[in-house]
């Protein structure tokens, strides 16, 4: 029934109903005609749905079941409620109670005193509603249940925009929300999916009232997104009404006269109580399109209704719009008349909004909140504790072999640095050699006679390609293009490095041959490749070489 259409699950429980024998099991049986009760409302076959309460209720297994009792007579009361006959409902609530009571069963108080919250609410006892939201919460948390905890106080925050209190409204209906969310989030539940559609509804409603227009339409998209054909007709009307009203209140009368043109067809329908709001809503779209006689109508037919059952509020509301209607239209006595009701009822709702025992069950209700969050933060906090001091003992361990191998590393890395520091140190003597060598004779140049520096300049120049593609995997193209020392240019297409080229052999090598090319060559691929302790000893070998070989010829010259 939570995860399944309607139509499925009546199928499911017919055959389970059929196959039961009933003489050895009563009380399925009698839980299945229950559950088949739900069924058919959600279906909107009330007959039928009555037909399963009637044998319900004369079976010997009603007598002899207070579980049984305990679930009709729920049932039966919130028959009572859809038709607002709530003394009625009040005194089948009484006696569930009664029965909860007996059995000390914890879900079925938490339950009860919900139903007669509610009761007492419809009656106007706000203060005597309040206590028993209370206790319903105190219980269900203790329970936690997060969908009976989410009614709760939704319930709550109905209750506090009947009494105008918008602010408190607002946070009991976010609250719901949030334990909707998360009951929703791991449970498959149609039924609670479809009570979030009526919580989107509040939630719209209450952000139009404190002019949070943007939430308001976030809400209302969210009832649209939730409306879905699984919705008995009684839900099903409630939610449209809804929608229904927050449209006319943002004076978006297009898409409000679309909802209502299909409440219109509910009218002629004795399964629900919601006349009067349609009639209502009708009559303010009749306004809208000034037609008074039509606006005057429906709202005497929405007086009708109303003034035939016990919902206080719903009459001032009705009474209210009745009276600027008929002012407006030149009825002075009846909209006097209509000022007088609806000016009786306010009062007596001021009174229980202002009223002081009303306030102090409220922050006996938050200071039970706030002392239920500081237990669970508590046990969070011990759990964290036991946690932490795992952590900790896992962590000196941890720091242990960390120091131990930092300590490794950083002999790795002192003996890098020593290492880099000799090559930088080597560099900067070839570096001076060069910079002297180049003030002093900068005009000089080698004869081409001389085959020694020849032989060196080729076998350095040689070593020095073979190391740079060793190392960056690349060749003497790019070598040539990221030192900046040697020419490339374009042949056929093709990059090629003709003067790099001739220091490769000595047939090729030219007569006047620029040695300091090579040097610095053998320079920049010490600096920029990670080379192997051997191939930089190879490359400082050669610059060694080349530079005494030159100092040696400068000499000679």
């Not at 200071?367 to 964290?384: G, H, T």
Request: aromatic fraction near 10%; charged fraction near 25%.
């Amino acid at each position: 029934m939570k995860q399944e259409s309607a139509q499925i699950s009546k199928t499911v429980c017919e055959e389970k109903l059929e196959q039961v024998d009933r003489t050895l099991n009563p009380l399925m049986a009698a839980k299945l005609m229950l559950a088949l009760y739900d069924i058919n409302l959600d279906l909107g076959d009330s007959q039928t749905a009555e037909e399963y309460l009637q044998s319900v209720k004369q079976s010997s297994t009603f007598d002899n079941s207070e579980e049984i009792q305990y679930l009709w007579l729920r049932k039966k009361a919130i028959q009572h409620i859809y038709k607002k006959e709530y003394l009625l409902a009040k005194g089948l609530f009484e006696q569930a109670f009664i029965i909860a009571q007996t059995q000390a069963s914890d879900l079925w108080l938490g339950k009860s005193y919900n139903d007669l919250a509610i009761i007492e609410e419809m009656l106007t006892n706000y203060s005597e509603a309040l206590s028993y939201y209370k206790k319903s919460l105190t219980i269900k948390e203790k329970i936690g249940n997060n969908l009976y905890i989410a009614i709760t106080l939704r319930n709550l925050g109905l209750m506090y925009k009947n009494l105008e209190k918008y602010q408190e409204s607002q946070h009991y209906f976010e609250l719901s929300l949030e334990h909707y969310i998360i009951y929703t989030s791991a449970n498959i539940d149609i039924h609670a999916i479809n009570a979030m559609s009526h919580l989107y509804g509040d939630l719209a409603a209450i952000y139009d009232i404190t002019n949070d227009y943007h939430k308001r339409y976030f809400y209302s998209n969210k009832i649209i997104e939730a409306f879905s054909d699984t919705l008995n007709q009684i839900d099903l009307i409630s939610t449209l009404v809804s929608l229904a009203t927050i449209h006319i209140n943002a004076n978006e009368f297009a898409p409000a006269s679309e909802v209502i043109e299909t409440l219109s067809q509910y009218l002629d329908s004795d399964e629900h109580s919601f006349h009067d709001d349609i009639y209502l809503l009708k009559s303010k779209l009749a306004k809208h399109e000034v037609d008074d006689l039509k606006a005057i109508e429906y709202i005497e037919k929405a007086i009708k209704y109303s003034d035939s059952n016990q919902d206080s509020l719903q009459k001032m509301k009705i009474y209210r719009y009745a009276s600027d209607l008929y002012y407006d239209n030149g009825h002075p006595y009846e909209a006097i008349v209509y000022l007088k009701k609806y000016q009786t009822l306010h009062e007596t709702l001021l009174e229980a909004k202002y009223s002081e025992n009303i306030n102090i069950i409220q922050r006996e209700i938050e200071n039970e909140r706030i002392q239920r969050a500081l237990v669970e933060e508590q046990v969070i906090n011990q759990s964290k504790t036991q946690k932490i001091d795992k952590l900790v003992n896992l962590s000196l361990i941890i720091t242990s072999v960390s120091l131990f191998i930092g300590f490794i590393i950083s002999l790795y890395i002192v003996k890098k640095r020593k290492a880099q520091q000799h090559l930088l140190t080597v560099i900067e003597s070839h570096k001076q050699q060069l910079f002297l060598l180049s003030n002093n004779e900068s005009e000089q140049t080698v004869s081409p006679s001389s085959q020694p520096l020849s032989e060196l300049l080729v076998s350095t120049m040689i070593d020095c390609i073979a190391l740079w593609e060793k190392a960056t995997q690349t060749n003497k193209v790019e070598l040539a293009d990221r030192s900046k020392i040697w020419k490339i240019s374009v042949d056929s297409g093709r990059l090629r490095t003709r003067s790099l080229d001739k220091y490769l052999s000595l047939k090729a090598l030219p007569d006047n041959p620029r040695w300091r090319n090579v040097v610095k060559t053998c320079h920049f691929v010490l600096s920029e490749c990670e080379l192997s302790s051997h191939d930089r000893e190879q490359l400082t070998t050669h610059l060694n070489q080349i530079m005494l070989q030159i100092k040696s010829e400068s000499m000679e010259t």
